[in-house]
């Protein structure tokens, strides 16, 4: 019997260690992951003010984060312009505060949806792309290719990403929200809401600052989204697989950050 309640005890024991040591472990990961990511960001940054700009590939990825993700951006908002206008228009007319309506979706997309579905976009449909360009350049050697020219991988690479994304965010998001607060003023016209007291009503109400944190908060959700999709694709290994996997972490991690610091802003910015 003292046998059997050694081996019980041991077992648990062991069972103990394995679960402290698997969460430590995980701890020590993900703190090596995100150090991996605040080294490559300062890289950055002492690269662009240390190493010749590239303009020819700060003009392509601006034309790809920029021009290419434009048609997408301004649907997706759109659709959520009017779906949220179908919602509150009606409603809000219903019980006589129609002169709110204008006022209720200009504030939520210019603050809220209009920054965070352009980074959404921007995350799936470039920052997948920017994983799997230097992910495939980083199995295929080209990444060692251009040291052994003396190049630095940062400087070509990451910088034009990284200014591109900066660029280009505040400009999707200010044209986002035109198409958000435009396709919602359509649809609260035909369930009731005139056209003159939709924008009456955002003169009246909103303010300059709503504009000004949805613009805010698009330059660090650009800045997330090129520097963990270019850190994943620039420690990607494993072949034509690990490229798959770098994509597919590039989009996810990328969107969790940008989720973390959208509550981070909202608390901290003017309301």
Excluded at 10 to 33: P, Q, R, V
Excluded at 78 to 100: C, D, N, P, Q, W
Excluded at 220 to 239: D, H, R, W
Aim: net charge positive; aromatic share 6%; hydrophobic share 55%.
């Amino acid at each position: 019997m003292k046998q059997g309640s050694e081996v019980v005890r041991s077992s648990k024991g062991e069972t103990a260690d394995k679960f402290l040591w698997g969460h430590f472990g995980n701890l020590a990961l993900l703190l090596a992951y995100l150090g991996g990511i605040a080294l490559l960001l300062w890289e950055t940054i002492v690269a662009m003010f240390s190493e010749r700009l590239r303009y020819r590939q700060l003009v392509e990825q601006m034309a790809e984060v920029g021009v290419r993700s434009l048609p997408i951006v301004l649907l997706t908002v759109s659709s959520a312009g009017i779906v949220l206008s179908l919602y509150t228009a009606k409603e809000l007319a219903m019980r006589g505060a129609s002169h709110f309506v204008g006022w209720l979706l200009a504030y939520t997309i210019a603050r809220e949806l209009g920054p965070m579905v352009t980074a959404i976009v921007v995350s799936a449909r470039v920052g997948s792309a920017f994983a799997a360009e230097l992910g495939t350049m980083k199995v295929t050697e080209q990444i060692d290719a251009l040291r052994s020219l003396a190049v630095s991988p940062i400087a070509y690479l990451v910088v034009p990403r990284m200014l591109a994304c900066i660029t280009m965010m505040p400009v999707l998001t200010m044209l986002a929200d035109v198409a958000g607060v435009t396709s919602g003023m359509i649809v609260a016209s035909t369930v009731g809401v005139h056209m003159s007291i939709f924008l009456d009503s955002i003169r009246t109400f909103n303010s300059m600052m709503d504009i000004l944190v949805g613009l805010i908060k698009s330059v660090p959700f650009g800045v997330l989204i090129a520097i963990v999709s270019c850190y994943q694709g620039l420690e990607t290994k494993g072949g034509a697989m690990g490229v798959g996997k770098a994509t597919t972490s590039a989009v996810v991690i990328s969107l969790i950050l940008v989720y973390i610091t959208d509550v981070i802003m909202s608390s901290i910015l003017p309301k």
